[in-house]
């Protein structure tokens, strides 16, 4: 019997022998919680918990997108956009609260340490510049919490702007492209907020990879 010659139509051929190939490319898809920790001051006595609306421990939601590149088998660059969802209180002169957004660019770097069939760990780090935007400011008078003119915080001006630096330590499970990764954060350069919480942040990722194929 002689040897079977594939033909153009040969679904058997095309399935078989011309398996999809993975792109260098793909998009992150990520969503983290965040908290920083306020600064406290003198302005209340006694223990904060028993002001009702005060954030004791905030987290703060944020999502991101980003494109990212393989180099080789173990080493990735990322740029992207993400999205923070903030509030925090502090008592440094006053009892404070705030409600503000935070957009920021980012670009980041990650590589594998160890990358198995059925689970990988990976190091990270990233750049973000981005924007306080403020929402909502707040004081808390006898009773209630009143609206409180950004003008008449203390240490309050335009510059809204910041710059991070975010180190991860993650886990890759290939067969569902998922990634949990916990982060710190350093705010290298701060703004106005800066007043009123302090510069290292920490919290984690869930991010999922969605990979491109070549045709």
């Not at 793909?26 to 006694?46: I, P, Y």
């Not at 924007?131 to 004081?139: A, F, G, V």
């Not at 510059?159 to 982060?183: K, R």
């Amino acid at each position: 019997m002689g040897a079977h010659t594939y033909q153009k139509n040969d679904s058997t051929y095309l399935k078989n022998d011309f398996p999809k190939q993975e792109s260098r490319s793909s998009l992150v898809f990520s969503g983290e919680l965040t908290h920083f920790q306020e600064k406290q001051g003198n302005a209340v006595a006694g223990d904060v918990s028993n002001i009702d609306g005060y954030y004791l421990f905030p987290l703060n939601p944020g999502i991101g997108l980003f494109y990212q590149y393989q180099a080789d088998d173990k080493n990735y660059f990322l740029v992207g956009v993400n999205y923070r969802m903030c509030s925090i209180s502090s008592t440094r002169y006053d009892i404070l609260r705030f409600r503000y957004r935070e957009p920021s660019f980012s670009i980041g770097y990650k590589g594998y340490f160890l990358k198995r069939e059925k689970i990988g760990l990976y190091s990270s780090i990233s750049l973000s510049y981005g924007q306080t935007k403020l929402s909502d400011s707040e004081h808390y008078g006898h009773i209630r919490w009143e609206y409180k003119n950004p003008k008449d915080l203390m240490d309050y001006g335009n510059n809204d702007s910041f710059t991070d630096i975010v180190f991860n330590a993650g886990i890759l499970f290939p067969s569902s492209q998922i990634e949990i990764a916990p982060e710190l954060g350093y705010r290298v350069k701060d703004n106005w907020m800066g007043f009123y919480r302090h510069r290292f942040f920490y919290g984690f990722q869930i991010n999922y990879q969605l990979k491109f194929f070549k045709k």
